[in-house]
Each structure stands twice: as structure tokens, then as C-alpha cells.
């Protein structure tokens, strides 16, 4: 399978955490920049030195748990070599993402994205995987091999920003 959807993953104080978190910060330009893709997106991808909220890290824990004890991944993780392996998202009006391949990190490794989504756009903005829209309700959790398929999203439409929290991880291949 090429992806793997877990519904209502973050509960609902989590996700207004985070969401809150995106919108106090995203004019911090030392913490988030253009996301380099074409489109009218913010992350923190390229920034070091800060910390995520402790949601995030509680989180991330779930999600490599979850990957762990539900799809049966070998505890052998690393992470990616943006901050703490977390990047946090915000998609304006406008915003798409070409398709594309991401890196793997180490030999041997695949990257994997767990991508939670707080906050959908009023139209647009869903994940596209190998041209496939995948369809998403706040709060829910999308996995998928971020260097083995293609991917990118739908342009967002309308003035409500797209907010989502990419975890990622390092890891040996394995069928979702």
C-alpha cells in the first residue's frame, strides 16, 4: 500500500495546540521561511535551535509506537536531518506543491512522513500520492514513503491556511 490513514489520530486539544502554535509563529522569520517549492508555503524545515512544542515530541512518541506495535516496524529509527525531524506547515492561498521525491537521509534508510493534518484550507490543499488525491479530515495522520513515491498537493483555495505537522522518520522499507 502505498499510504496508510489513521483517522482522528490527534485529539482535539493537541491539534488546537498546535494550530496555535503555526499562527503565533508564522511571521517569526528566523523560525519559518519559504518553503523553496514554488507555492506560498511557510515551514520550518531549513531553521535549528528552537523547540517544537511539547505536543509535537508527545506526538511523534504516538506516531513511533504506533508504527512500532500496529504495523510492525523493527525499532531501528533515525531521523531526518531537519530539527528534531519535525517540520511544522502553513499553506496560504495559492499554495501547491509540485511532485516530487524526497531524499533518503541514509543509505539503506527510506524516509517515511507521518503528516497530521490540524487545519484544512476551504478548498484544495489535499496530499496528492502517485496523482492520486487522498482524502483527509482534521486530525488525521497520513503515512507514506516520502523517497519512494511521488507526491505533492492540491492548491489551496480561499483565505483559510492549510496547517499540517510533518514527523519524520528514517526507516527500513516495509509494506504499510
Not at 536531518?81 to 499553506?91: E, M, P, R, T
Request: hydrophobic share 35%.
Amino acid at each position: 500500500m502505498e499510504h496508510k490513514i489513521v483517522k482522528s489520530f490527534a485529539k482535539k486539544e493537541e491539534q488546537e495546540e498546535l494550530i496555535n502554535w503555526i499562527s503565533n509563529n508564522k511571521d517569526s522569520s528566523w523560525l519559518f521561511a519559504d518553503a523553496g517549492m514554488g507555492g506560498n508555503r511557510l515551514t520550518t524545515r531549513y531553521s535549528t535551535e528552537f523547540s517544537f512544542p511539547e505536543t509535537a515530541y508527545i506526538i511523534r512518541r504516538r506516531i513511533k509506537e504506533y508504527l512500532i506495535n500496529e504495523l510492525k516496524f523493527i525499532d531501528d529509527f533515525k531521523l531526518p536531518k531537519f530539527q528534531d525531524g519535525i517540520v511544522a506547515s502553513y499553506a496560504g492561498e495559492n499554495d501547491t506543491v509540485y511532485e516530487h521525491k524526497d531524499p533518503q537521509w541514509y543509505p539503506t534508510y527510506e524516509t517515511l512522513h507521518c503528516n497530521l493534518m490540524l487545519q484544512k484550507s476551504l478548498k484544495g490543499g489535499e496530499p496528492i500520492i502517485n496523482k492520486k488525491i487522498i482524502e483527509l479530515r482534521e486530525r488525521d495522520l497520513w503515512c507514506y514513503y516520502v523517497s519512494r513515491v511521488k507526491h505533492g498537493a492540491a492548491k489551496v483555495v480561499g483565505n483559510k491556511p492549510r496547517l499540517m505537522f510533518v514527523f519524520g522518520f528514517c526507516v527500513k522499507y516495509k509494506n504499510l
